[in-house]
């Protein structure tokens, strides 16, 4: 599903430009069916927007649930976790610093776009 105004393409240039402009990097858009997963490990801090289904984001140590259009941002996000809904959902995510280790995927997170150089 595309933003009401923007096509999908367009929401993440405009996604990756703002996350920029907060001091992220490596963004991604990621795409999840009904109660996949996708994890992260040594990451400083996390932003992201979900623009479908529902989400549930967080660490370790914190929980946050994020509905659809809802903007999250995570201080501590060692051990960071998206969960989605039982609609599925598309979440856009920037990592502040470098990973120590490969991204792990959840057993079917499918990756519909590349991270941004």
Request: net charge negative; glycine share 8%.
């Amino acid at each position: 599903m595309d933003h009401p105004i923007l096509s999908v393409h367009e929401f993440a240039d405009h996604f990756r430009r703002k996350a920029q402009d907060l001091g992220y990097d490596n963004c991604e858009l990621i795409d999840l069916n009904p109660h996949q997963s996708r994890h992260w490990f040594c990451i400083r801090a996390a932003f992201g927007f979900v623009i479908r289904g529902q989400a549930i984001i967080g660490t370790h140590l914190q929980r946050l649930t994020c509905s659809a259009a809802e903007e999250f941002e995570l201080s501590n996000a060692e051990g960071l976790c998206i969960v989605s809904g039982s609609e599925g959902a598309r979440v856009f995510i920037a990592r502040l610093g470098r990973l120590n280790n490969p991204l792990i995927y959840g057993a079917s997170a499918r990756m519909v776009d590349h991270a941004w150089g």
